[in-house]
């Protein structure tokens, strides 16, 4: 978890609720540090109520929606489909779980971005986006984390110190009175937890490469590599930042050119 409980508290002058989001304004976030990015850019956005959240490489291939029904996905985009060979089942699916009932949410942790370095300080090439907040490098045993957090109440006015006002990236009110929240933090990792990490790839028999200039080969080096797992109420993704490519060369599962579409 990235924080704890809050409630109603004295007002904030104005400049305390600079976090607190426009409508139509995104939120974008990135791994850097002294000058390079080692992550992809994020970026949030919402729509009546749903926020969409995607990786700027994998933004026209999967997406993760957070639906004011309470359903939420990480999913594949169905813009891509009918592409072939297809990838997964008829719903696209990578991971599903559910808020529960909006309407009686207090407070809650929904999703979480986990960062976890696997070649110390690899670069993959990715560059720096001036507009998007910066997240620190991961330390040794440990992740960088962006938490999403629905709640009854503005974050902004909370009284608590679990609720550190600096760590919070922005803010969205929706519709139903409720608002939703991204937050970074520094968190520690379990004992083999990056090894439990590193050994799915291995194990997952489906795997998309985007962006190499012939996607059905994975080139010499390193990559990024996303995986999921959802309980009935929360997800965690984890991006894999710089994951070796041991054997060169090796033919993708599936693939697709970052953009392309279907005929």
């Not at 729509?47 to 004011?68: C, E, N, P």
């Not at 808020?99 to 070649?119: A, D, N």
């Amino acid at each position: 978890m990235c924080g704890g409980g809050g409630g109603s508290g004295r007002p904030l002058h104005a400049g305390s609720m600079m976090n607190l989001l426009q409508n139509n304004e995104k939120l974008r976030f990135q791994v850097q540090f002294d000058g390079v990015a080692y992550s992809d850019r994020w970026t949030a956005f919402q729509r009546a109520g749903d926020v969409y959240i995607t990786a700027a490489g994998l933004g026209v291939v999967s997406k993760v929606s957070l639906h004011r029904s309470g359903v939420c996905r990480y999913a594949v985009n169905d813009n891509l489909a009918s592409h072939q060979p297809p990838f997964l089942p008829e719903d696209r699916v990578i991971s599903k779980w559910r808020i529960g009932s909006f309407e009686s949410v207090e407070h809650t942790q929904v999703l979480s971005i986990q960062f976890l370095p696997v070649t110390y300080m690899a670069r993959t090439g990715r560059h720096i986006y001036g507009a998007a907040h910066v997240l620190p490098y991961p330390p040794s045993g440990g992740c960088t984390e962006v938490c999403v957090f629905y709640s009854k109440t503005n974050p902004l006015l909370w009284e608590s110190s679990h609720w550190v006002r600096s760590n919070t990236l922005g803010i969205w009110k929706l519709a139903e009175s409720k608002y939703v929240a991204f937050r970074r933090r520094i968190a520690p990792l379990a004992r083999g937890r990056l090894q439990q990490m590193i050994q799915q790839i291995s194990r997952t028999k489906r795997g998309m490469v985007v962006s190499e200039k012939n996607p059905e080969l994975f080139s010499a080096g390193s990559y990024d590599c996303l995986l999921s797992e959802a309980t009935s109420c929360h997800c965690t993704i984890c991006c894999l930042l710089a994951v070796p490519n041991i054997r060169p060369g090796q033919r993708a599962n599936w693939s697709t050119r970052t953009g392309h579409k279907p005929a």
